[in-house]
């Protein structure tokens, strides 16, 4: 249930070589709180309130091992270049679960979606305490707010998109995304983005269809057709969409292509443009900086590109050696996190770099570092 079939395959072997070594490690395993906050009694420690609030922060959700539910969640402050881990059990005696997939702000509150759970816990961002969970879903993706009242969430398996009120957490409905086409899956939905009323969502798991809903409706109304497994949709300010696709892997009896990037013209539904990478290549999701227009990708390094650029960019804007395996853009300084799972079973590791691409920081998260969230200080919220 990870991001890229590949990568699921890789994990699912590595857990297996691993089993018994994973059990011993995590019952050993250093969080690495700060030590003054080794509690982590966030709501009564008024000092450690004041440090959270009044810096700039960053979730970073960590997806842990399918069905070891080891999934955590950390908090980095920016300023002081601290590290909290486990903050959501710490805070709340409760484990976060299986495969904690996305997590986004809204407001006050963070949304995390925990996908072989089957559900999406709800946080207060200054205390991380609990406020609430969602459940009732199969396999959730990740969650898209219409309004205050409504909220999509999209699902790998249920051949559908979750309709929730995200303020009571109740289930009101559900859009049919069942095309009765794919011998494999029947439109699994990963990412979405919204232009005027209509919600855009890729369609990956053996797919390649970015599936167009009317949020009056709540209903599919049209889809487009891009390349094979397209993992990932960002909208940018001058509203066009764009996509990666991965292309599949030799073997795959879905798909073994050339993975691209396409930019799609969100008013017209119509690709503008595709830009392809090399046979073999395994591009990752596609992000974009606070004003939306640079993309920035990891294909074994990571790469920057202008909204405008007429080509991929030929050389890298971050050398990694290839041991990245997520990414995420402060759109507040438009500094470059980046995740490196490791062996996907021990402490994953974050590399902070500045929007110049000069080294910051390096710190020790949770098992599989997988997606981020950003936190701005109390005075910009």
């Not at 007429?310 to 300084?333: C, H, M, R």
Request: charged share 20%; hydrophobic share 40%.
């Amino acid at each position: 249930m990870q991001l890229n079939y590949h990568r699921k395959h890789i994990r699912q072997l590595t857990y297996i070589v691993f089993l018994f070594v994973s059990v011993a490690f995590t019952a050993c395993m250093d969080d690495e709180l700060l030590s003054e906050y080794n509690d982590l009694d966030v709501e009564e420690d008024t000092n450690l309130v004041s440090i959270i609030q009044k810096q700039p922060g960053i979730f970073i959700l960590n997806e842990g091992n399918f069905m070891y539910e080891n999934s955590s969640l950390s908090y980095y402050l920016a300023d002081s270049m601290k590290v909290l881990n486990s903050i959501f059990f710490r805070t709340n005696d409760v484990p976060l679960g299986d495969v904690a997939h996305s997590i986004t702000i809204r407001d006050s509150l963070a949304y995390i979606v925990v996908n072989n759970s089957a559900k999406v816990y709800v946080i207060n961002i200054n205390n991380f305490k609990y406020r609430g969970k969602i459940t009732g879903l199969t396999s959730p993706r990740y969650i898209h707010f219409i309004n205050d009242s409504k909220a999509y969430i999209s699902d790998l398996y249920a051949k559908a998109i979750t309709i929730v009120n995200p303020l009571s957490f109740e289930i009101t409905g559900n859009i049919d995304v069942n095309n009765h086409e794919s011998e494999y899956y029947q439109h699994p939905t990963e990412q979405m983005v919204q232009h005027e009323n209509y919600v855009f969502t890729n369609c990956w798991s053996y797919d390649n269809k970015i599936l167009v809903i009317d949020t009056r409706l709540d209903e599919v109304v049209d889809s487009i057709e891009v390349l094979k497994q397209p993992t990932s949709l960002v909208l940018d300010k001058n509203d066009k969409i764009w996509t990666i696709t991965d292309g599949g892997f030799a073997g795959n009896p879905y798909a073994n292509e050339r993975p691209g990037l396409i930019k799609i013209d969100a008013a017209s539904r119509k690709i503008e443009r595709t830009f392809y990478f090399e046979k073999g290549d395994r591009p990752l999701e596609v992000v974009l900086n606070g004003t939306k227009d640079t993309l920035y990708f990891v294909n074994k390094d990571v790469y920057r590109m202008s909204i405008n650029d007429p080509e991929l960019p030929s050389k890298a804007f971050i050398e990694t050696n290839g041991v990245i395996s997520s990414i995420g853009v402060d759109p507040y300084n438009s500094d470059i996190y980046l995740g490196d799972a490791i062996d996907n079973v021990q402490q994953g590791i974050i590399y902070r770099y500045s929007a110049k691409s000069a080294a910051i920081d390096t710190f020790k998260t949770g098992i599989i570092p997988g997606h981020f969230a950003f936190r701005p200080a109390l005075e910009l919220q």
